[in-house]
């Protein structure tokens, strides 16, 4: 068996798991059905090992850094749709603003203009989701909870740019469980959100969860998980 048929096998038999789990918490959430969307995470993972999880129906990844993410573009091209889900900084958004699928990480009113600008001028449509650091982790980036909607209305009148939900990233801890409570914030502020029924502001994505908390992330109303590990193994 040749390098290529392990990894194959390697991120199909983590995917088949990953699927398993993804449809037993939903059951035990009462949400079987629903769709529950993967990114996998391909921060520090070779173009073979992202081509072969595109073949087995991985076609949405994320990246953390614009400069990878360009590169894989550069090759992969439009086989994959690109996710960016790092913290982008205002200056790079011209390397990729045409190139992405969707940007996980808008946190400031800087990088909502500079994706505007960007998008107007070349008439399309930037698909966002506001980052909301619900733990307050100085370590992480994000709007404090009381944050966002004071944001949504700075914003709201960019026309080339759609909110179409949320994104945190929970604390890492060991026992899932302890995360449950950041998740569960997050369902609120967005139900709190769609209440309120903006232009242009849509609540119809929780992007929460990773290899270590997705299925508790699904329990509290996740339906886009980021999952890199679980797919790829171990970053060396």
Known sequence: MDIKEVITITIKNNLLNLEKNIHEALKRSGREGDKVQIIAVTKTVGVDKINEAIELGLTNIGENRTQELVKKFDIIGNKAKYHMIGHLQTNKVKTIFDKITLVHSLDRPSLAKE???RAKKNGIIIDTLIQ????EEESKFGLKIDEVIPFIE???????????????????????EEARWVFRELRRLSEVIKEKDYTNVKM??????????????????SNMIRIGTGLFGQRK
């Open 115 to 117: 994706l505007n600008k």
């Open 204 to 221: 119809d994505i929780l992007s929460m969860g990773m290899t270590n908390d997705y299925e508790v992330a699904i329990e509290e109303g």
């Open 132 to 135: 909301v650091n619900i733990a």
């Open 154 to 176: 700075k914003i709201i009148n960019y026309e080339n740019l759609n909110v179409k939900g949320l994104m945190t990233i929970a604390p890492y801890v060991e026992d899932a």
